[in-house]
């Protein structure tokens, strides 16, 4: 009798042992269920990037059942790197790939959303100088990336205030710090990104006059900066695509209702090291960039077909694009609903 009970009892106790542990095991994700996921920056971080950080730090990729690593470009280019599988997403613009999407057999990469809804960018001067319109770049010295596009949009926007352009110096861009660049009368004007070296003229005390391009002109009003992805991964795993950025959402969307915890957030995650010395201008940008990155879109990401047509439709017709890229490159259908 005695050795029934016992035996009873192990056999129960083996029982429930055998439970608790299927019933972890279907709690826990296999490791092989877990989707490994690159990401390649454009430029060292900074508050356009805020978003993946934050989602990283938040675990909300994590929940999203993804293993998310950020890296920096390689000297190729982000977008060479995403076109060839080494990262599934990518940070761009809608200017500089379009270049990639010129080519005889374009990069495989579409555009799947949008990090900032409008175009922040716009040339900078001294105060005073009387570069507070296009035409007062006439007789002034620019620097230059020397790219076509760049230079097009310059001589659009000047020739539209009245202005000759052909009446600038270019002089190589070598900068990399605008502000002081100007204080220093190293150039009269460069063309920046306002939500940080703008800012960053209000920390370093440089009183500047800017105009954006956006503002100037309804075509110039692309979408800079933009997540790419490699063509191939959208085509075959949707459902990880569609997770990624749902987090990635998340992300923004915390870095608009809390932008000094979002900033602490991307200078905890900056692998360079390089925004630990600039918190200051971290925090700044970051507050200004919270109104950005959804602005008047119904959500973030969302990228309106009519303005990115309207930036394309512009370079085919001053032909500084081969073909008509309008309705290509780009896509919604991956964003959250």
Not at 95 to 109: G, H, K, N, S
Not at 289 to 303: H, N, R, T
């Amino acid at each position: 009798m005695k050795k029934n009970t016992l035996f009873a009892a192990i056999v129960l106790m083996s029982t429930v042992f055998s439970a608790m542990a299927f019933q972890a095991a279907e709690t826990e994700m296999p490791s092989e269920e877990v989707k490994d996921i690159t990401v390649c920056l454009d430029w060292t971080p900074n508050t356009n990037h805020t978003g993946l950080y934050a989602a990283q730090a938040l675990g909300y990729y994590e929940e999203a059942g993804l293993n998310v690593t950020i890296v920096q470009p390689p000297e190729n280019g982000a977008p060479l790197m995403c076109a060839s599988g080494q990262a599934e997403f990518a940070v761009d613009a809608q200017d500089t790939i379009a270049a990639a999407f010129d080519m005889e057999e374009p990069l495989e990469v579409t555009a799947v959303a949008a990090l900032i809804q409008h175009n922040t960018s716009g040339i900078v001067s001294r105060a005073g100088d009387g570069i507070d319109s296009p035409k007062g770049l006439e007789g002034k010295t620019y620097s230059t990336w020397e790219s076509p596009i760049e230079l097009a949009m310059i001589e659009h926007v000047m020739t539209q205030d009245g202005g000759d352009f052909s009446t600038v110096t270019l002089i190589p861009n070598d900068i990399t710090d605008e502000p002081a660049a100007l204080a220093a009368h190293q150039t009269d004007a460069v063309w920046i990104f306002y939500g940080w070296s703008g800012i960053n003229a209000d920390i370093e005390g440089v009183d500047i006059d800017y105009w954006a391009f956006g503002d100037l002109s309804p075509e110039l009003d692309y979408y800079t900066p933009i997540l790419i992805a490699n063509n191939s991964f959208l085509e075959e795993d949707p459902e990880a695509a569609k997770a990624f950025l749902a987090a990635t959402a998340k992300g923004y969307e915390y870095a608009i209702t809390n932008p000094e915890e979002a900033a602490d957030l991307l200078i905890a995650g900056d692998s360079t090291g390089s925004l630990e010395e600039a918190r200051e201008l971290v925090y700044a940008s970051q507050k200004w960039l919270a109104d950005k990155y959804i602005e008047d879109a119904p959500s973030w990401g969302v990228i309106d077909p009519a303005r990115w047509d309207a930036f394309y439709g512009w370079l085919y017709e001053n032909g500084l694009t081969g073909s008509d890229l309008t309705g290509k490159g780009y896509t919604n259908d991956y964003l959250p609903e």
